[in-house]
T-cell receptor, first 111, second 116 residues
Framework: QKEVEQNSGPLSVPEGAIASLNCTYSDRVSQSFFWYRQYSGKSPELIMSIYSNGDKEDGRFTAQLNKASQYVSLLIRDSQPSDSATYLCAALNNAGNMLTFGGGTRLMVKP | DAGVTQSPTHLIKTRGQQVTLRCSPKSGHDTVSWYQQALGQGPQFIFQYYEEEERQRGNFPDRFSGHQFPNYSSELNVNALLLGDSALYLC???????????????FGEGSRLTVL
């Protein structure tokens, strides 16, 4: 099993809908997780971090962590066409000094 | 405040050649990590430099080497290029201490390498 895994997509949702992006991880990473957004042809940028079980909300974004199931998700409410991008799930290694990325999920929000 | 800068932005090489990519980290950052991102894939960790030493290394062959200078800038060198080395090479800077607290990496716009 890879350390961090994501469904490559593309995930297509209509404008205004909730987009749900998922990520699973192995025991080889720590319990600190991050969501990065990468627009086509651009570099990744951090949008959310989560360290504890449960939900963390920031504006239209909600990150969810379920340590028992080794599962992290990102919900985007009221999706906009400008949210169309690749979303990368990342985890810190156990030493806490290196990020491992999943393969990314491409999200397409259709007007 | 300049962010992370990388050069060159695009380059084309042929198999067997060597390439050097350069990165200047964001002001105040002391750690540089290099990632390789193939088309449609997530970034793959190559190595990390802190205090002019390689601190971590991913699953990449010895053809990939690097260096960090006293001003924290860094170079990535790839020898004996293969077609499969074609990718976007991303430099990411951080504070060594702060990375473990925030997981935040600041990425440059990347160097797109094409090997023919």
């Amino acid at each position: 099993q890879k350390e961090v895994e994501q469904n490559s997509g593309p995930l297509s949702v209509p404008e205004g809908a909730i987009a749900s992006l998922n990520c699973t991880y192995s025991d080889r990473v720590s319990q600190s997780f991050f969501w990065y957004r990468q627009y086509s042809g651009k570099s990744p940028e951090l949008i959310m971090s989560i360290y504890s079980n449960g939900d963390k909300e920031d504006g239209r974004f909600t990150a969810q962590l379920n340590k028992a199931s080794q599962y992290v998700s990102l919900l985007i409410r009221d999706s906009q066409p400008s949210d169309s991008a690749t979303y990368l799930c990342a985890a810190l290694n156990n030493a806490g000094n290196m990020l491992t990325f999943g393969g990314g999920t491409r999200l397409m929000v259709k007007p | 405040d300049a962010g992370v800068t990388q050069s060159p932005t695009h380059l084309i090489k042929t198999r067997g050649q060597q390439v050097t990519l350069r990165c200047s980290p964001k002001s105040g950052h002391d750690t540089v990590s290099w990632y390789q991102q193939a088309l449609g894939q997530g970034p793959q960790f190559i190595f990390q430099y802190y205090e002019e030493e390689e601190r971590q290394r991913g699953n990449f062959p010895d053809r990939f080497s690097g260096h960090q200078f006293p001003n924290y800038s860094s170079e990535l060198n790839v020898n004996a290029l293969l077609l499969g080395d074609s990718a976007l090479y991303l430099c990411a800077s951080s504070s060594f201490v702060w990375l473990s607290n925030t997981g935040e990496l600041f990425f440059g716009e990347g160097s797109r390498l094409t090997v023919l």
